[in-house]
């Protein structure tokens, strides 16, 4: 059974950083491409970043671009968010979710975990 | 970067409707395009890929139409389980639809 499992959120000042990670079990995650994806509270689904299964491609959403960096360690079955200066809108569930081939750019996502909230406020 | 809509915004429907979901992209997207189901306090659940591929253990009463720029969502006869928001998804780029909640008339 794929099971992917977020952790690290929490309450965090304006400008400060968090890092997320996901533990994923249930299949062979070096065969896959990965992303997060967040969820403002009461909105929609918001791409926010993904990497390829060697970490080759990397892309990310312009509302994250130069402030976020994805990561994965295919040895730990991990992907992983640092996320910098934050800002209150960055606040929202972050799921993880797997790709549905090995590639950036090519897949949709077949498997999503619960989601860790992050809130950025004072 | 690919812009996608939904309509309509809220639908509200009986048990039995069948109920059409339609999505729109800014720019051709062959037919990468996915649809996912989601309920309140959950994480989205995968229902058609490659605008009319059935995810696996998805009930037929779900199916998916079109390619380009205009998809359609439809549920053939609405159940219970079925009230939810729903999201389409290009995955060229990746973004989502804004969604449409689908509530009990």
């Known amino acids: 059974e794929v099971q992917l499992v977020e952790s690290g959120g929490g309450l965090v000042q304006p400008g400060r950083s968090l890092r997320l990670s996901c533990a994923a079990s249930g299949f062979t995650f070096d065969d896959y491409a990965m992303h997060w994806v967040r969820q403002a509270p009461g909105k929609g689904l918001e791409w926010v970043s993904g990497?390829?299964?060697?970490?080759?491609?990397?892309g990310y959403a312009d509302s994250v671009k130069g402030r976020f960096t994805i990561s994965r360690d295919n040895a730990k079955n991990s992907l992983y968010l640092q996320m910098n200066s934050l800002r209150a809108e960055d606040t929202a569930l972050y799921y993880c979710a797997k790709d549905s081939g090995y590639s950036y750019g090519q897949g949709y996502f077949d498997y999503w975990g619960q989601g860790t909230l992050v809130t950025v406020s004072s | 970067d690919i812009q996608m809509t939904q309509s309509p915004s809220t639908l509200s429907a009986s048990v039995g409707d069948r109920v059409t979901i339609t999505c729109r992209a800014s720019?051709?997207?062959?037919?990468?395009l996915a649809w996912y189901q989601q309920k309140p306090g959950k994480a989205p659940k995968l229902l058609i890929y490659k605008a009319s591929s059935l995810e696996s253990g998805v009930p037929s009463r779900f199916s998916g139409s079109g390619s380009g720029t205009e998809f359609t969502l439809t549920i053939s006869s609405l159940q219970p389980d079925d009230f939810a928001t729903y999201y389409c998804q290009q995955y060229n780029s990746y973004s989502f639809g804004p969604g449409t909640k689908v509530d009990i008339k």
């Open positions: 720019q051709s997207i062959s037919s990468w």
């Open positions: 990497i390829s299964w060697n970490s080759g491609s990397i």
